[in-house]
């Protein structure tokens, strides 16, 4: 009796699973109509608080609804889309996954909505925000860092002799005041104006609220290495970022730029610091001269001027 209820339970669940498994029920040209979403790995996005989102969906849906855009060969199991592709097809279990190959890549879509995607999506989406999120508080540290170690004022008076004084050197001599920042938010004033007459800039006490250390594509492979934002090596890459020190932004990348707007302004500026310009450690960080790139957006002008910390007495 004991085996025949065991048996019964066997046929019952598979009768189940046989009938949840589109593949073993409906034929590969009906298993293919719909809509398919490819799985996507993150991307680097600009942003200063924000390092990783996903790609436009509308780029990785396609929509096998309509027979015009594409052709199936269920014998040779081979999908023709858009008269340009051509792709060998294989099925899950499910039926609602779809893996297309051809000589150049390897691509697998995903049914749009099912159970099977979210499934596989999940995990990415959850290992993306926890990247992002402790790569907002590292950004937000190295910033502090940064601001707090340009606050003072600085001058241009001293490297005058070492710039071109006709277009480089700001007339009259740049100088530029920083407040003690109250982390992302600080004072600034700045004077100066281009020798050959095509901008002049004057602004005081103007609030920064937008500071933002740039950092480029490449920085980031140099950081953290080639394929640190691959889906397999997000939960590495974490660590990667709590590891890395302001120390070694600059040991590392050898320059580290601050750039912020003007309020009510077309203005913008950029302060870029050395490494071989600056003292950062563990316990200390002073900067010995900067360049501070100042960009007018309405006439395309910039000009550069070279500064150092001006010495007080007293």
Same mark, same amino acid.
């Given at each position: 009796?004991?085996?025949?209820?065991?048996?019964?339970?066997?046929?019952?669940?598979?009768?189940?699973?046989?009938?949840?498994?589109?593949?073993?029920?409906?034929?590969?040209?009906?298993?293919?109509?719909?809509?398919?979403?490819?799985?996507?790995?993150?991307?680097?996005?600009?942003?200063?608080?924000?390092?990783?989102?996903?790609?436009?969906?509308?780029?990785?849906?396609?929509?096998?609804?309509?027979?015009?855009?594409?052709?199936?060969?269920?014998?040779?199991?081979?999908?023709?889309?858009?008269?340009?592709?051509?792709?060998?097809?294989?099925?899950?279990?499910?039926?609602?996954?779809?893996?297309?190959?051809?000589?150049?890549?390897?691509?697998?879509?995903?049914?749009?909505?099912?159970?099977?995607?979210?499934?596989?999506?999940?995990?990415?989406?959850?290992?993306?925000?926890?990247?992002?999120?402790?790569?907002?508080?590292?950004?937000?540290?190295?910033?502090?860092?940064?601001?707090?170690?340009?606050?003072?004022?600085?001058?241009?008076?001293?490297?005058?002799?070492?710039?071109?004084?006709?277009?480089?050197?700001?007339?009259?001599?740049?100088?530029?005041?920083?407040? $003690?920042?109250?982390? #992302? %938010?600080? !004072?600034?004033?700045?004077?100066?104006? =281009?020798?050959?007459?095509?901008? &002049?800039?004057?602004?005081?006490?103007?609030?920064?609220?937008?500071?933002?250390?740039?950092?480029?594509?490449?920085?980031?492979?140099?950081?953290?290495?080639?394929?640190?934002?691959?889906?397999?090596?997000?939960?590495?890459?974490?660590?990667?970022?709590?590891?890395? $020190?302001?120390?070694? #932004? %600059?040991? !590392?990348?050898?320059?580290?730029?601050? =750039?912020?707007?003007?309020?009510? &302004?077309?203005?913008?500026?950029?302060?870029?610091?050395?490494?071989?310009?600056?003292?950062?450690?563990?316990?200390?960080?002073?900067?010995?001269?900067?360049?501070?790139?100042?960009?007018?957006?309405?006439?395309?002008?910039?000009?550069?001027?070279?500064?150092?910390?001006?010495?007080?007495?007293?």
């Amino acid at each position: 009796m004991k085996n025949k209820i065991i048996v019964v339970a066997i046929l019952i669940t598979t009768f189940f699973s046989l009938s949840a498994c589109s593949k073993l029920t409906k034929s590969e040209s009906t298993l293919i109509k719909g809509q398919w979403e490819l799985l996507q790995g993150p991307i680097q996005v600009k942003s200063n608080l924000k390092l990783l989102d996903f790609p436009n969906k509308s780029t990785s849906i396609v929509n096998f609804t309509k027979e015009k855009n594409y052709h199936f060969n269920e014998k040779k199991h081979e999908l023709s889309y858009l008269n340009s592709y051509k792709y060998q097809t294989s099925f899950d279990i499910s039926g609602n996954i779809l893996t297309l190959t051809n000589k150049k890549q390897k691509m697998i879509y995903y049914r749009k909505n099912s159970v099977q995607y979210k499934k596989a999506i999940t995990p990415i989406k959850n290992n993306m925000n926890s990247v992002n999120e402790v790569w907002k508080a590292q950004n937000q540290s190295f910033l502090k860092d940064y601001e707090e170690a340009i606050a003072g004022d600085w001058s241009n008076a001293k490297g005058n002799a070492q710039v071109n004084l006709n277009h480089d050197s700001p007339d009259p001599d740049a100088t530029l005041t920083i407040s $003690t920042p109250k982390f #992302l %938010f600080f !004072d600034i004033s700045f004077t100066g104006g =281009a020798r050959d007459k095509t901008m &002049s800039v004057n602004f005081k006490d103007k609030n920064i609220s937008d500071a933002a250390i740039k950092l480029s594509y490449s920085d980031f492979d140099t950081l953290l290495g080639l394929g640190w934002n691959a889906s397999e090596n997000l939960n590495e890459t974490k660590e990667k970022i709590k590891k890395i $020190t302001f120390r070694d #932004l %600059f040991m !590392d990348l050898e320059e580290v730029t601050l =750039a912020y707007s003007i309020p009510d &302004s077309t203005l913008s500026q950029e302060i870029t610091v050395s490494a071989y310009r600056a003292t950062v450690s563990s316990n200390i960080t002073h900067f010995d001269e900067c360049t501070i790139t100042t960009k007018d957006s309405s006439t395309d002008h910039e000009f550069k001027a070279y500064l150092s910390p001006v010495e007080t007495t007293n």
